[in-house]
């Protein structure tokens, strides 16, 4: 089945720098990769996805790019805020009846002042 | 607004006992799934269901079971307790429609199996 691994797993990052998660998955049939946040006590949340026929897609001050040949994904923020700070969750899928999503084991990124 | 809910914030349970987890959304999604999340491990899938008493193993199905008899309710069973069961588990649902679905989670339990 999928593998996806996910680095780093502790990130601290000052306040208005850039943070920048990678993943990496095995299965080259994926083609759905989203990412999910998830902020302390609460619910994982869709931030941001891509599809496997864009290599780059940016919303705001986050942007996810993805290199298919060499099979992975990152999630970049920029000009990061104390609103940042989360847990983050990268996952891919390979689609089907039943999006099945595998994910990788996250980063908890700390904005700090 | 999609709406996940769960049936208990908290719970603790001993060893040996039925543990029933219940989840119900109220968007029509043909899609329900099971997780539990452990520091370190991530986000793991138990089980999921694509339709009224359709269910999939997961990666970590060993010790769980689930029913779907209902579109917008998923039920996570323990049949038996174990110390090892202790975790955060979410439950999630979404469209059907292959990949790009997003998933909306529930708050989560958080069992104690003592």
């Known amino acids: 089945g999928e593998n996806v691994e996910q680095h780093p797993s502790t990130l601290s990052v000052q306040e208005g720098d850039s943070a920048v998660i990678k993943c990496t998955y095995s299965?080259?049939?994926?083609?759905?990769f989203p990412w999910y946040k998830q902020e302390l006590g609460k619910r994982p949340q869709l931030i941001i996805d891509?599809?496997?026929?864009?290599g780059e897609k940016k919303d705001q001050r986050i942007a996810v790019t993805l290199n298919k040949t060499a099979k992975h994904f990152s999630l970049h923020i920029t000009e990061t805020q104390p609103e940042d700070s989360a847990v983050y969750f990268c996952?891919?899928?390979?689609?089907?009846?039943?999006?099945?999503?595998?994910f990788g084991t996250g980063t908890r990124l700390q904005v700090t002042l | 607004d999609v709406k996940v809910t769960q049936s208990s914030r908290y719970l603790v349970k001993r060893t040996g006992e039925k543990v029933f987890l219940e989840c119900v959304q109220d968007?029509?999604?043909?899609?329900m799934f099971w997780y539990r999340q452990d520091p370190g491990l991530g986000l793991r899938l138990i089980y999921f269901?694509?339709?009224?008493?359709?269910?999939e193993k997961g990666d970590i199905p060993e010790g769980y079971s689930v029913s779907r008899e209902k579109k917008e309710r998923f039920s996570l069973i323990l049949e038996s307790a174990s110390t090892n069961q202790t975790s955060m588990y979410l439950c999630?649902?979404?469209?059907?429609?292959?990949?790009?679905?997003?998933?909306?989670f529930g708050p989560g339990t958080r069992l104690l199996v003592l």
């Open positions: 269901s694509y339709d009224v008493k359709m269910k």
């Open positions: 891509i599809r496997s026929n864009v």
């Open positions: 299965d080259s049939a994926s083609n759905y």
């Open positions: 996952a891919a899928s390979k689609g089907g009846t039943a999006s099945k999503l595998t």
């Open positions: 999630a649902s979404s469209l059907a429609g292959g990949p790009g679905e997003t998933q909306y």
């Open positions: 968007m029509d999604h043909e899609n």
